[in-house]
């Protein structure tokens, strides 16, 4: 599989979530490459603080590519590797358009307290706009970074619902310090310790969200043809 986390709004904590499907995919076994395809170079970051920590055990090969090649460099990268995952930042750039293009994931992580509806209508117009290059990628949409208190996520899910481009599955990541924590090493919040149970729960739970909208996916397709 090849997922792209990515979006036009910074501050959602995208590179949170490419780093930790990385990690929890290369814990089920998985060979897995990391691409940054940000020029803010955060995935990189997270790498090199992994590679300190662990010794240079990193559990996943990672790469820096963008631009224009993005695409026919992780099309030969995936022949080799069970997955791939894309870190494009929070811009429309060539490199996030050139993932779009190879991609059989797109997740779009929206923070509650930023989400703005304009935001979300020009992710819409960048799906719509990819969607001839690639007309099988599955958009998924969910909420990070969402505060325990007050009703920003519910409000943030309804608007989420309402979109015809991107699916919303209903799987919260909290913001938790966990995740900051776990990154400043270099490391996955399932890795840490101690464990933060709710942290872990939330990542295993946005991945079977992932995997179930995945397989919805490709019933629907199998029963219009």
Not at 140 to 147: E, Q, V
Request: aromatic fraction near 8%.
């Amino acid at each position: 599989m090849i997922y792209t986390v990515g979006g036009i709004k910074g501050g959602s904590g995208k590179t949170t979530i490419a780093t930790n499907l990385t990690v929890y995919l290369a814990k089920q076994g998985r060979d897995v490459i990391l691409v940054d395809a940000d020029d803010q170079e955060s995935a990189t970051d997270f790498t090199s603080f992994r590679h300190q920590s662990l010794e240079g055990e990193l559990g996943y090969t990672a790469v820096k590519i963008t631009g224009t090649e993005l695409n026919s460099n992780v099309a030969r990268l995936a022949k080799k590797y069970d997955d791939v995952v894309i870190d494009t930042g929070g811009r429309d750039t060539v490199s996030q358009r050139s993932a779009l293009s190879v991609s059989h994931v797109y997740l779009v992580p929206f923070a509650p307290r930023s989400l703005d509806i304009w935001t979300l209508r020009k992710v819409e117009n960048l799906i719509a706009e990819m969607s001839p290059f690639n007309p099988n990628l599955v958009c998924l949409t969910f909420i990070n970074k969402a505060d325990a208190r007050g009703t920003y996520k519910e409000d943030t899910a309804d608007l989420l619902r309402e979109s015809q481009h991107v699916k919303f599955i209903d799987t919260p990541i909290g913001n938790r310090i966990s995740f900051a924590n776990a990154a400043a090493s270099g490391l996955g919040v399932i890795e840490i310790k101690p464990t933060d149970e709710k942290a872990v729960s939330e990542i295993t739970e946005l991945y079977n969200g992932i995997q179930n909208a995945l397989k919805t996916s490709t019933e629907k397709k199998r029963f219009t043809t």
